[in-house]
Nanobody, 116 residues
Framework: VQLQASGGGLVQAGGSLRLSCAASRMIFSVFAPYDMAWYRQAPGKERESVAS???????DYSDSVKGRFTISRNNSRKTVYLQMNSLRSDDTSVYYC????????WGQGTQVTVSS
């Protein structure tokens, strides 16, 4: 099962983007109990977790995005979202979603490029 991330693009510093991650091939009863997370990987760097959300809706964020990014989920739509505000050039990465910890095949991700 792969999770398809979308919503990336090119944005100026200070702008916003909303990413979506659809688990279209998972049935609701399988998706809902999973803790989920958004990850990112910049060129030459390791993949890192930036935001997570438990099955019960408890969220956590890396220090680098805290106060700027918001993770949410809609279990009925089997979708996880990442609202990204006040984007900075160091947010430029390919963004992925997966379970937390990651247990599914990584999808292609969605590219976010922030121009200064």
């Amino acid at each position: 099962v792969q999770l398809q991330a979308s919503g990336g693009g090119l944005v100026q510093a200070g702008g916003s983007l909303r990413l979506s991650c659809a688990a279209s091939r998972m049935i609701f009863s399988v998706f809902a109990p999973y803790d989920m997370a958004w990850y990112r990987q910049a060129p030459g760097k390791e993949r890192e977790s930036v935001a997570s959300i438990t099955s019960g809706g408890v969220t956590d964020y890396s220090d680098s995005v805290k106060g700027r990014f918001t993770i949410s989920r809609n279990n009925s739509r089997k979708t996880v979202y990442l609202q990204m505000n006040s984007l900075r050039s160091d947010d430029t990465s390919v963004y992925y979603c997966n379970t937390d910890p990651p247990s599914l095949t990584w999808g292609q991700g969605t590219q976010v490029t922030v121009s200064s």
